[in-house]
């Protein structure tokens, strides 16, 4: 999933909840690289070396909600729960939201196989709001780059951008997460890499020799650095929130909906005349559709989400759709580049090499592999030399928007 300032919460210095997700993910291929668990093992005696006996009980509490992401307890984990803890307002709106999202989470991340609890990342991803957009384009609540969401299945075009429909972005992100879980069998790893890519901690396991996050943690990008720690004090504080006098605000969205398939183009204008409930509440329930126009067809029906309504008012409803009452002239669906979020950062086509910069760093400030960067400049090994100019993608072109996770926020999106 790089930090971007937002107007909202900013945690912890220049650390927002909100970071990057997957393109976050400045990995552009699946690609799964085997680590020996046996040769380098996970040391939990690393992770809790900074703990002061003061703060025991803090510790006792992340233990007892461990399930299986390990919930390791340090001062890095402590600075992120004094900061939160001083945003109560903030963090009780988002509880209130979780009531509606976190079932989604849940449903995604049961039949993705991966822990429920992993849920709570998508707080610090977006705070939990599918509008979500980062300085570098990562957007929804899951904060997918176009690419990255694109690989993982979602579908971006002049409709719909399905990184911000919640069930499809947390399918996408569940599927990234095992697949990074695959390659490193271990879930604060596979946390670290949802927020700066599979690369940049394969290289970070390389120069640690390490398995364990909290050892290759100094090798990370400094975003990651406070990713992992954040994961943990939104995990510690969404089951402990009443002993910091954080109080749940309630959910603005139903609670009870219905989902409808759709198989033409139909405008929420009309949709919101028919069953009498406001545009907003339509988009507020489907953030995906951009033109609030469902682009359903027969062969591609697509899904609305609707507030839950009396059978008399279904039928009604229901009539309407099938005799076209609802329905608006289609346009040509058309794929889009990254949204433009209007600070996108545009991708140079050229870097000149700066004293003390390595390849690995160039990487991972622009979000591209360093196997590609490699190669792209006909490279005889991993290093290059101050004041050199290098390629940054294969034609030497300038290109879209970057795709890497740096500067992303880190709690928040709107919290």
């Known amino acids: 999933m790089k930090f971007y300032i937002v107007v909202g919460l900013v945690l912890l210095s220049k650390i927002s909840l909100a970071a990057s997700g997957p393109g976050m993910h400045s990995d552009s291929a699946i690609v799964t690289k085997a680590f020996s668990n046996s040769a380098l093992k996970r040391d939990t005696a690393k992770a809790v070396q900074f703990v002061n006996a003061p703060n025991g009980s803090m510790k006792s509490r992340l233990s007892a909600i461990q399930k299986d992401v390990p919930l390791d307890y340090n001062e890095f984990v402590q600075s992120y729960i004094d900061n939160y803890t001083g945003r109560r307002e903030e963090l009780g709106r988002v509880m209130g939201l979780s009531k509606y999202y976190f079932p989604i989470y849940e449903k995604a991340f049961r039949d993705a196989g991966i822990p429920e609890e992993i849920k709570f990342l998508s707080i610090v991803e977006s705070a939990l709001n599918p509008n979500a957009v980062s300085r570098v384009g990562a957007t929804g609540p899951w904060q997918f780059m176009s690419t990255t969401g694109r690989t993982y299945g979602l579908a971006i075009n002049n409709y719909v951008d399905e990184r911000r429909d919640p069930i499809r972005a947390s399918y996408a992100a569940a599927a990234y997460i095992k697949d990074a879980y695959q390659e490193f069998g271990d879930w604060l790893l596979a946390i670290a890499a949802y927020n700066c890519g599979k690369g940049s901690v394969e290289r970070a396991i390389e120069k640690g020799n390490s398995m364990d996050f909290w050892v290759i943690r100094q090798y990370l990008p400094v975003e990651t650095r406070g990713y992992v720690p954040a994961y943990i004090a939104v995990a510690y504080l969404m089951n402990y929130y009443d002993q910091h006098k954080i109080t749940p605000q ?166």
């Open 250 to 415: 309630v959910c603005a969205l139903p609670m009870q909906t219905d989902t409808v398939t759709v198989n033409k183009f139909v405008s929420f204008s009309n949709v919101s005349r028919v069953l009498n409930v406001t545009n907003d509440q339509l988009v507020s329930l489907n953030p995906s559709y951009r033109m609030m126009v469902v682009n359903g067809t027969t062969a591609a029906p697509r899904k609305l989400i609707i507030p839950k309504i009396q059978t008399e008012k279904f039928k009604v409803f229901y009539d309407a759709l099938n005799n076209n009452a609802l329905s608006v002239p289609p346009m040509a669906v058309v794929n889009t580049q990254e949204v433009d979020a209007g600070g996108i950062d545009a991708m140079p086509a050229y870097h000149t090499v700066k004293k003390g910069e390595s390849l690995a760093d160039i990487a991972d400030k622009f979000g591209i592999e360093l196997t590609d960067l490699v190669a792209w400049n006909h490279l005889h090994g991993n290093k290059a030399a101050p004041g050199q100019t290098l390629r940054l993608n294969p034609d030497g072109a300038t290109g879209g928007a970057m795709a890497s996770k740096v500067t992303k926020p880190a709690i928040a999106a709107g919290l």
